[in-house]
Structures are given as C-alpha cells and as structure tokens.
C-alpha cells in the first residue's frame, strides 16, 4: 500500500494537485504515463475502444516529437492529454527553471492544462511555479504494470484491492509495461465495468 496509494505527507506536500476526485461518485479516472510510443500505444488505444472507455495520456515531448502520428490518434479518439516533461525529467534531479523551461518545450507540442511530474515528485519551487499554469495530476492508485517483480496478475489485483470512488489510476504506455498491460488492462477493465464504474477524463 506504501507503493500503491499516496502517503499523508506526500499530499501535504502537494495540496493543491488533484490526488483523488469524488468519493461519492462511482467512477475512475484512468491514466497513462510516458508515451506515445508504437510498441504500446495502439494497443492500449484498441483496448479503450473495446471498453468505450476514455483516458488521458500523460505524455513526454520527445515522444510526441518522434511519434506525432499517434498523438493525433489519442486526440482525435476523443482522449484528454496532458504534460510530462520533454525528456520525462526527474523533478529533484534539475533546477527549477530548467525543469519549467523543458515542461514547456513539451507544451509547445503538446498543448495541455493538465500536468504529472515523472515520478510522482518535484521541489516545492517547482510545484509553485508550475501549479499557477497547470492543474498537477497525481493519483490516488499506481499499478506497478512497470515492476519487474509483479506479474500481470499481480498488476491487477492492485487494481480490484486499492480503486474506488474517485480514483485516479495510473498505468504506463511504456515498453516496461506492456508486455503486462496486454493481460492486466483488459482485465482491470473489465472488472472496474463489473462493478459499476464509469470511465472518466479530466476537465
């Protein structure tokens, strides 16, 4: 669970970005992080399709900038989109100004309101700076379809153990995670439908 869900202190550092959204309302907000890239993105696309189910794709700019063919795809099947940096940047790794300067060389592709930070962190001048352009999108559940010590099956049962009302879930359009996600997303899918939950995006 320590994986899985957000700490206390991780959203108190953080109050202002959208962690979970209505607790009374039977649905779930499902996104993807760090595509597009051809060796996933159409699948999880296809899979989508099948469930008439929305999602927004985090997205990193070079991808975009390689891959612009499958940015218009997600767009143009009616999917939301948002900023994850142009080289997928770790928030504690860069000053603050040259973090702000590459999320918006992403922007200029990608052209988002919509903000996750690679790795769920960034500084607090970062946060600051970016939160008064963007609304910053956290999660209120991780998968861990990247983890090379959970199976499909195991991505999964995260899914049934932690989603509820409101819930923010975050997989990957990732070659970490696809060979997972052809098993895991159909069936999270389907169990999420199962039990009644409606398939969101973000305003």
């Given at each position: 669970m320590i994986l899985e869900q957000p700490s206390f202190w991780l959203r108190w550092m953080f109050p202002k970005a959208l962690w979970r959204m209505d607790p009374n309302d039977r649905s779930v907000y499902l996104t993807f992080d760090?595509?597009?890239?051809?060796?996933?993105?159409?699948?999880?696309?296809?899979?989508l399709r099948?469930?008439?189910?929305?999602?927004?794709?985090f997205m990193v700019g070079d991808n975009?900038?390689?891959?612009?063919?499958?940015?218009r795809q997600v767009?143009?099947?009616g999917h939301q989109v948002g900023n994850h940096t142009f080289n997928h940047f770790g928030g504690?790794?860069?000053l603050a100004k040259t973090y702000v300067e590459n999320t918006e060389k992403a922007n200029a592709l990608i052209?988002?309101?919509l903000f996750r930070p690679p790795h769920g962190w960034m500084t607090q001048q970062e946060y600051h700076r970016l939160q008064r352009?963007?609304?910053?999108?956290?999660?209120?559940?991780?998968?861990r379809d990247y983890s090379n010590r959970l199976t499909a099956d195991d991505v999964v049962e995260n899914v049934k153990r932690y989603a509820r009302n409101g819930s923010i879930i975050t997989f990957h359009d990732s070659l970490k995670s696809i060979d997972k996600l052809h098993t895991a997303l159909p069936a999270s899918l389907q169990w999420l439908r199962d039990q009644g939950y409606a398939f969101k995006v973000f305003e």
């Open positions: 760090d595509g597009p890239i051809p060796e996933a993105t159409p699948f999880i696309l296809d899979t099948q469930f008439d189910a929305k999602a927004t794709f975009v900038r390689k891959y612009p063919q499958l940015f767009v143009e099947e504690l790794k860069h052209g988002a309101h352009k963007y609304k910053i999108v956290m999660w209120d559940l991780v998968t």
